[in-house]
């Protein structure tokens, strides 16, 4: 979201942070006026004159205000008074409200975050937006990108370095072959020499080296695939290893198309770049060198014909590059919008089905499709577009040496063999000049690749272990102390909640929608890290503690339960692999699961299907808290387990959670207040704080927030019943 809209006439723009336009005074008269922010000041203009200013720090809190008609900027000092900044109308109301929220972080913290999460950097240089990267894969130095991938080949160097050497031997066989071709020609055909057994032997050593070349082409070969699948499966894997380990917000702004894509598209095109471009691209250079030196030493002046065009091929190979980059960036995306409209087709297969959609996906489907052809048609249509250009320039240099070096051998200055073999020479100089010209097409097309694989790589939002984490054999007991937390640092969801649950308690959190329940329990997992405060297991913070440590220890039933697509024995053995079969069936009768499992086609071996598909709602639940008793954890968190549930589902499900809370220390949320009745104590949210904190009867007598909460839900359920 731009937050630096319009400024007015003289001001230095380098020295505002943020500055947006408001048009309207407090009693509705139209004005031109700009709202500017630099790191101390709140600067108001009037028709490019500053009115007003306020220092940012003479304010407590910041807010925007909806009026009739429209909106205002209003800060409250720290006396309690308030003062209206500015007016605007209802258009610039999302603008001002995040302006409001920065502001207000200020007040708070002291700190002033000049970029907010919703802007989309991009490269300064050529204006594409960088996607999360660190910087510009086009614009960055091409050895930069060259360097981080040829790390990836590190543990395959010698390999790689075999592979290397075996085809700069193989060329420098392919080098002498000219020479005794010019032999032939000018000791044996030219002057017709009848010395049958100099040909015989010429002839067979030019058989020999070609058919010798077999011998190092196959080790390169060999090599070459050793690198390349060992390296593709490395960093495949890493990908997969760091996008596992980010924290929930980083991986929430990309989609599972667009991750599978990274793991699997782009990872192959950099083992395929590396070991075979990176690999045939340093045999080029070494090619292009010692060939130059040659057609130098046999003939410098049809050396210099030759080479005259050679500048001009790189020049449009540098040109074609960013060319090529913007295109293929085009191609990414939208192959990227393609997987992920795929995914999400396949996954909600049961829900188009069910409304009978099918024509409508396939539809949608077909566009992303037809989009993505048409943006790699329009890439490739300029790439060949170009290739006649670069294969006449370089039929230029073949027809210069083809002229001159025919008068040559008519003046007597050449034999027909040295011509023969400077041609050799200058088409063996062009190949890996043509193969040179390919370098924007594939570097581009890799770049894209590489950038979106190291973003990953080189995310800074994982969260870290600390450098000695702590392993704790956890008792129960948590305690929040004055913790902040928002998926935007500067617009918080929870503030400063602080709250102790003792080891045993049962404690459910109540509140509206969007308050914050289910990011305490995201909290206590360590989904998240908090922005302020901390979150202490027993005493120590969770950010010292083993991120499996931690996990390990804490059991969760969600609302809606995630099984993978193997038999019910592996979903519930999924949090205990070791576990045996014994325990398994203790777990799942504890569950009220064993029941219903055994009546299966094949017991505990029958396969649930695509996230538990074959299992009613309630069956599923029961194998996750089957899963759940197995994982025999310390703290159990418990997100909406039993709503909507059929009464009876409800009454066993009920039964289970019963058993395996007993003695733990358990945190429930549940749509149903009733359900929590029997909770020790109550953590109420209002606003992202905390309103109350007691037991049911205290909270009920002392008519807060949570007696309306109640009083108005049983409000609804009697209208549900009157209605029926």
Known sequence: MNLKTSFPKGVEQESVLFSLPYDLT???????????????????????????????????????????????????????????????????FLRYAELSKLLDFYARTGRLITETDEDEPTCEKCGIPLDGASECPFCAKKSKLFLKLIKRVAPYKMYFIIAVLCTIFEQCVWIIVPNISRLIIDDYVTPKNTDWQGLIFLSVCLVGLVAFTCIP????????????????????????????????????????????????????????????NGKDLIVDLISLVVLVVIICCMNFRLAMLVLLPIPFVFLLVDKLFHVMAKRYTRVWRNM???????????????????????????????????????????????????????????TVGNFLVLYFGGKLIIDGGLKLGELVQFTTYVSMLYD????????????????????????????????????????????????FKNVYFGYREYDPVLKDISVRINKGEMIGIVGHSGVGKSTMINLILRLYDVTG??????????????????????????????????SVLENICYAKPSATFEEVIRAAKIANAHDFITKLPDGYNTRVGNKGYQLSGGERQRVAIARAILHDPKIIILDEATASLDTETEKQIQEALGRLIKGRTTIAIAHRLSTLSEADRLIVLDKGKLAEFDTHENLMRNKGVYYKLVMAQRQTTKMKKANA
């Open 26 to 92: 407090t009693d509705g008269k139209r004005v031109n006026g700009h709202t500017c922010i630099d790191d101390s000041e709140i600067v108001i203009y009037l028709d490019g004159e500053p009115v007003k200013r306020h220092y940012i720090d003479e304010f407590s809190e910041f807010k925007c205000e909806k009026n009739y008609g429209s909106s205002s900027l209003v800060g409250i000092r720290k006396d309690g008074t308030q003062v209206c900044l500015c007016v605007f109308r209802q258009q610039e």
């Open 217 to 276: 082409n196959r080790i390169n070969m060999k090599c070459s695939f050793k690198v390349a699948l060992n390296m593709g499966k490395d960093l495949r894997e890493e990908v997969f290893a760091k996008s596992e380990s980010l924290s929930m917000s980083a991986v929430t702004k990309k989609t599972a198309g667009e991750l599978i894509r990274r793991v699997s598209g782009d990872a192959a095109k950099l083992e395929d770049f590396v070991t075979t």
């Open 336 to 394: 990227t919008e393609h997987d992920s409209t795929l995914h999400d087709i396949l996954n909600g297969i049961r829900v188009i089905k069910s409304y009978g959609t099918e024509v409508k996906e396939i539809r949608k489907y077909s566009d992303c499709s037809l989009k993505a052809a048409r943006s790699s048609v329009r890439a490739e249509i300029v790439w060949y577009l170009t290739i006649p250009f670069s294969e006449l320039i370089m």
């Open 432 to 479: 890996p000049i043509r193969r040179f010209i390919h370098i924007p097409k594939q570097l581009a097309d890799a770049a894209v690749s590489a950038s979106k694989v190291f973003e990953v790589l080189e995310d800074k939002n994982g969260l870290k272990e600390s450098e000695n984490p702590v392993e704790l054999d956890i008792k129960g007991d948590i305690e």
């Open 533 to 566: 405060g901390s979150v202490l297991i027993d005493g120590t913070d969770i950010r010292e503690l083993s991120q499996k440590s931690l996990r390990s220890q804490i059991g969760v039933v969600l609302q809606e339960t995630f099984l993978f697509d193997g």
